[in-house]
């Protein structure tokens, strides 16, 4: 089973800061099959980012990913108030399928 | 516009079976080359993936879960289910269903729609 490790568990910023968010792999997987998700309180989750680095439909640029092999990333580059939430990591490359534990951005 | 809509008991018993029912609308079950899947979300905890099936039939599991799970399709009725048997309090969760997009279909693999969660207590 292929576990991912998000890092860090909270990340505590302001609007307008920028945010990078870490996902690491404890074997390679292909960036094919590497995805992010955000989730809101009481909602299901949102694809953000699929293949690593392609924004999903209506996702704004200020989002970005990227990565590689074991280390992946996404970076927010200016927090709006509506990107507070929580965001995990997902790998379809390998079953079971597996999510990160999530990293909660949070208004500081 | 593909959604997804679970349904089915919100209480079940210790030891008894769970059963749930996503009903695809907006698209057919059998068009494309989807997966559908099952995955469920602790009250304040992350993601677990449960398992998928394609319209063939064929399915794979979590092996964590693989001998009380049975995810079935119904290609007449546009829904496919899930069934967890002997469950306990630890099976609380909020349950997801949601469509697979495999790289024959989007070149990538992510889930792309999901169904808003139906939450099942496990509790006599």
Same mark, same amino acid.
């Given at each position: ?14 609007? *307008?800061?920028?945010?990078? =968010? ?11 099959? =590497? ?12 694809? =953000? ?8 439909? $209506? ?5 970005? *990913? !990227? *990565?590689? +092999? ?27 399928? %597996?999510?990160?534990?999530? %990293? ?5 | ?15 008894? %079976? ?25 009250? +304040? ?5 449960? +398992? ?12 964590? =879960?693989? !001998? ?12 496919? !289910?899930?069934?967890?048997? !002997? ?27 999901? $169904?808003? +969660? ?7």
């Amino acid at each position: 089973e292929i576990v991912l490790t998000q890092s860090p568990g909270t990340l505590s910023l302001s609007p *307008g800061e920028r945010a990078t =968010l870490f996902c690491r792999a404890s074997q390679s997987i292909s960036g094919s099959y =590497l995805a992010w998700y955000q989730q809101k309180p009481g909602q299901a989750p949102r694809l =953000l980012m699929y293949g690593a680095s392609n924004r999903a439909t $209506g996702i704004p640029d200020r989002f970005s *990913g !990227s *990565g590689s +092999g074991t280390d992946f990333t996404v970076t927010i580059s200016r927090l709006e108030p509506e990107d507070f939430a929580v965001y995990y990591c997902h790998q379809c490359g390998s079953p079971p399928w %597996t999510f990160g534990q999530g %990293t909660k951005v949070e208004i500081k | 516009q593909v959604q997804l809509q679970e349904s089915g008991p919100g209480l079940v018993k210790p030891s008894q %079976t769970l059963s749930l029912t996503c009903t695809v609308s907006g698209g057919s079950i059998t068009s494309g080359s989807y997966y559908w899947s099952w995955i469920r979300q602790p009250a +304040g905890k992350g993601l677990e993936w449960i +398992g998928r099936t394609y319209t063939s039939g064929s399915t794979n599991y979590n092996p964590s =879960l693989k !001998s009380r799970v049975t995810i079935s399709v119904d290609t007449s009725k546009n829904q496919f !289910s899930l069934n967890l048997s !002997s469950v306990t309090a630890a099976d609380t969760a909020v349950y997801f269903c949601a469509r697979v997009c495999p790289p024959v279909s989007c070149h990538y693999y992510y889930i792309d729609v999901w $169904g808003k +969660g139906t939450t099942v207590i496990v509790s006599s």
